[in-house]
Nanobody, 117 residues
């Protein structure tokens, strides 16, 4: 059974930082691309950052220079360091995994991030 469990969300003031973590089980973690997505009320879910199985990273233009994705294959964990947070970063953040490029196969339950102005 595949499980992705996020942690680290919360309430923070604008300009602050949060670090999200996602622990994966039930998959061969090192073989999977990992991504962080987010969804704000009334909007579509969007990809925030991705790190491939080979360690290549990419992120959305809106978070470049502020958010950093990383992975630890020994701990089966992917993290998202979020700095200089803005109110528009408020959303539910989801961890996801995929074996091949294309559709994301597995999803976590999400963790709420709220940035107050």
């Amino acid at each position: 059974q595949v499980q992705l469990v996020e942690s680290g969300g919360g309430l923070v003031q604008a300009g602050g930082s949060l670090r999200l973590s996602c622990h994966a089980s039930g998959i061969i973690f090192r073989q999977h691309d990992m991504g962080w997505h987010r969804q704000a009320p009334g909007t579509q879910r969007e990809l925030v950052a991705v790190i491939t199985a080979g360690g290549i990273t990419n992120s959305a233009t809106s978070v470049k220079g502020r958010f950093t994705i990383s992975r630890d294959n020994t701990e089966n964990t992917v993290s998202l360091q979020m700095n200089s947070l803005k109110p528009e970063d408020t959303a539910v953040y989801y961890c996801a995994a995929r074996r091949f490029s294309g559709q994301w196969e597995y999803w976590g339950q999400g963790t709420q991030v709220t940035v107050s102005s």
